[in-house]
């Protein structure tokens, strides 16, 4: 099945900087690739998406980036907010296995005022 | 965006009873929904996909006859947890999908904290 290998775990930048973080899958069958925020106790909230037949998609200070041939994906985050402090996941998934998600183990991003 | 809901938010109960979490798609119709589960700073883990009208498909290592998954119509899906123990404690999330979508986008429901005392 799907792994998916998220890196670094934790990530502390100062506020005003830029964060990246890296993730590898190992299905070259899958097609979507959601990154999700998740603040404590609460529900993970999809903050962007890309598709296997796009390499990059910007929204506003997110953007993500594929490399299909390599079987990695990345999120930016420029001009970090303290308001962006929170887990990140990513995932990966495969629509002719049924769209299940695997996620990647997330990552601990703290933004220092 | 889609809304899905999930009740209850959090439960307590004492070890050995059952406790059942519904999922529910509010403004669409959920072909497919997933269920997670979700251990303090850890990431989420499919435990099983339920489909309309069919059995529910496990992930390796999940009990079926522990986690039962009834998804009776296109709105609602329901993980029921028999026999809880402490070691169940855990965050409960749900997941659809609109089967009409073009996309893989999933929904996720806020979630359901689950205490086994």
């Known amino acids: 099945g799907e792994n998916v290998e998220q890196h670094p775990s934790t990530l502390s930048v100062q506020e005003g900087d830029s964060a990246v973080i890296k993730c590898t899958y190992s299905d070259s069958a899958s097609n979507y690739f959601p990154w999700y925020k998740q603040e404590l106790g609460k529900r993970p909230q999809l903050i962007i998406d890309i598709r296997s037949n796009v390499g990059e998609k910007k929204d506003q200070r997110i953007a993500v980036t594929l490399n299909k041939t390599a079987k990695h994906f990345s999120l930016h985050i420029t001009e970090t907010q303290p308001e962006d402090s929170a887990v990140y996941f990513c995932?990966?998934?495969?629509?002719?296995?049924?769209?299940?998600?695997?996620f990647g183990g997330g990552t601990r991003v703290l933004v220092k005022p | 965006g889609a809304v899905v809901s999930q009740h209850p938010s959090w439960v307590i109960c004492k070890s050995g009873t059952s406790v059942k979490i519904e999922c529910r798609s509010l403004?669409?119709?959920?072909?497919?929904m997933f269920w997670y589960r979700q251990f303090p700073k850890q990431s989420l883990m499919l435990m099983a996909t339920s489909n309309e009208g069919s059995k529910a498909t496990y992930e390796q290592g999940v009990e079926k006859d522990k986690f039962l998954i009834n998804h009776a119509s296109l709105t609602l899906s329901t993980l029921t947890v028999t026999s809880a123990h402490p070691e169940d404690s855990s965050f409960y999330i749900c997941?659809?999908?609109?089967?009409?979508?073009?996309?893989?986008?999933?929904?996720f429901g806020p979630g359901t904290r689950l205490t086994v005392l």
């Open positions: 995932a990966a998934t495969i629509k002719a296995a049924g769209n299940k998600l695997t």
């Open positions: 997941s659809a999908r609109d089967g009409l979508a073009e996309y893989n986008e999933q929904f």
């Open positions: 403004d669409f119709q959920a072909t497919t």
